[in-house]
């Protein structure tokens, strides 16, 4: 294993430029494998076993305490919201295999799982003839009754009776969102409008291509229109949910099943298919080999939502958003028709090397089929990469959003970026601009490369470790900056985190703070808490039978603990802000000691290292800070919204009489109207794009475009405006 081909992970990663078959709140009832390979499923469950038996770091006893982790940890994804099996089903199967999954795994075995997806191909066959009842005709809203929506408070129904009323009760709720929205959306039009005349037609004024203003009516739709167009729509989704359930292959049923297996080792273990894995390297380098496109589903069509600036399809220029692909072909071969398909099926054929031709046969929104023609190229990720920008309020300020510490994993690094010199240009941009601190977003980024993280300390550190590594079968090793004392910022500096900083961003926030270099100000206690490092093992390297699958894909296995410079670990503790800003409240647990099967925390000696020169004057900029926020009505207002957030959050009985249901609504919508100024920009934060930017983004209208946007949100940012101030306290 090469020293630093290491990545630190937070979560798992999400698809590049195109939409997949994820089986999303409900989590995923399948139907009957379309291929079952007996073989190849055994093939990658021993191999996987072979490399966590000899490579990770906390190795687990497969026993009947395994076996009771699948069940549960299986069945709970499988059916999240509890609206496939009943409990009878649950009953049985913990009967046959709560004690006997360990057993079928160390055999290779996989009735468990067959006996899952037969019971759930006869549920799913059931819960679409409730879905298709409940919605053939109109609801009741006058009735008192309730639905449940948080899943973790549900049973699962007791019989087939209870199931369909379940789905009553769940489809009731979702009509009755929609039906509201539409008739309050009405009523506003009505009673905005001045021209209404006695035949409740509304006549508004529209605008044609060529700038004419002209007159359009609009009828009035009855409430009972207005509900069934609701019902309609919700069936629309149900119908789109279980036409994605029956496309779904064998592979995906098996790649959920083996994923539970090896996440009882530690939620950040986990196998990729050979796509999967070229799309986690996507998010990795900010890169992929293609046209630049994304695409969605839309009623059994693959249809084009947007175009990547810079793209081969948006320098070739005919491929454009709300095109239906209809056909790929590979250059001169006979084209392939997808209509029908899965839109990673499509991905797999668009997509290609650098240099070849892809010929898509597109139907655009007037009927019209042309063939397009598109030389498929690096299409460069930008939003995925290190920004900055000016913060004037107090002093000028630098300002760097960093959304992931990429890195370029090429054997010869010379196919994309590294985060560690993207972030040494913007310093030496903000250097040049005579800035009076710099403030470092990590919020919300999940981690990458350690090698990068490590190189990126140096850039404010003259020398030294930078964070500790402890193998199983090495012991404890630190790594660090050894640049030969060289320094490329020296200036004051905030590192701005949240709860979804993790991983590499922790290594980070915590070594700027164990040698007191800058002050870490954070809207939440503490960061995620992932304190493991991953490797990537390729299966096809392990498997040694003669049978050829093609390829297996990858296992990502925990390898590492990583450790602050002062001992301490970040696993499940994460790193504490200096100082803690308000912050909205999660309503989606996610932190590393909210996943299945964590690993503990613990701590090891200290490593040798040379306080900062200069540290901050913690008490004073704490007091300053504090200050500023309790006379701010920003915060104030997010403190609010934190309390609303944690009322709807434990509010989940949710009323299906519709007038309990407006009132809530209606009280919602009334504290909103307080919260309005969250959404302007933040008084007297000037914040602008860099001059030598500007000299590089006047020629090219797209990618300024997309600076101004980013800049915009950056002058909406409460949190930043704080740091900005910090960072100021901390010049004087």
Known sequence: MKRYRIALFAVPAIIGLSTFIFLGSRCAAFPQPVKNNVKKDKALLSTMLKILDNNHYRPVTIDNDFSHKVYDTYLKRLDYRKQFFLQPDIDMLKNKFYDGIDDEIKGSTFEFFDSTISILNRRITEDKVYYTDALAKPFDFSVKESVQLDPEKCSYPADKAAMKDSWRKYLKYQVMVRYVDAKKNQDKDLNDD????KTKKSIIMMVDSAGTKIK??????????????ARMKVKKLEDDYFDRLTKAEHDDYMTSYLNVIVGIFDPHTEFFPPNDKENFDITMTGQLKGIGATLQEDNGNIKVTSIVPGSPSWK???????DLILKVAQGDQEPVDIVGKRVDDAVKLI???????VRLTVQKPDGSIIVIPIIRDIVVLEETYAQSAMIDQDKKIGYIRLPGFYADFSRDHSSGRACSDDVKKELEKLKSENVKGVILDLRDNGGGSLYEVIKMVGLFIPQGPVVQVKTLAQGIAPYGDDDNGKTVYDGPLVVLINDNSASASEILAAAIQDYHRGLIVGSSAST???GTVQNFYDLDDTYNGDDDFGKLGSLKVTIQKFYRINGGSTQLKGVTPDIELPGYYDFDKTGEKDLDYPMEWDQIPSAKYDMWKNEPAYGALQKASADRVAKSTYFALIR???EQLKRERDNTDESLFIDDYKAERQKIEDENKAFKPLEDPVKGMNVSILSSDMKVLKGDTAMLARKNDFIDKVKKDPWISESAWIASDMKK
Not at 194 to 197: A, E, H, I, M, V
Not at 216 to 229: F, G, I, N, Q, Y
Not at 316 to 322: A, S
């Open 194 to 197: 001045k021209n209404l005349d």
């Open 216 to 229: 359009k009516v609009k009828p009035v739709k009855a409430d009972s229109t207005l509900e069934r167009e």
């Open 316 to 322: 070739q220029g005919q491929l454009k958003p709300g």
């Open 351 to 357: 997509r290609g090397e650098k240099g070849t031709e």
């Open 528 to 530: 995620f808490g992932k």
């Open 640 to 642: 609010q919204k934190e």
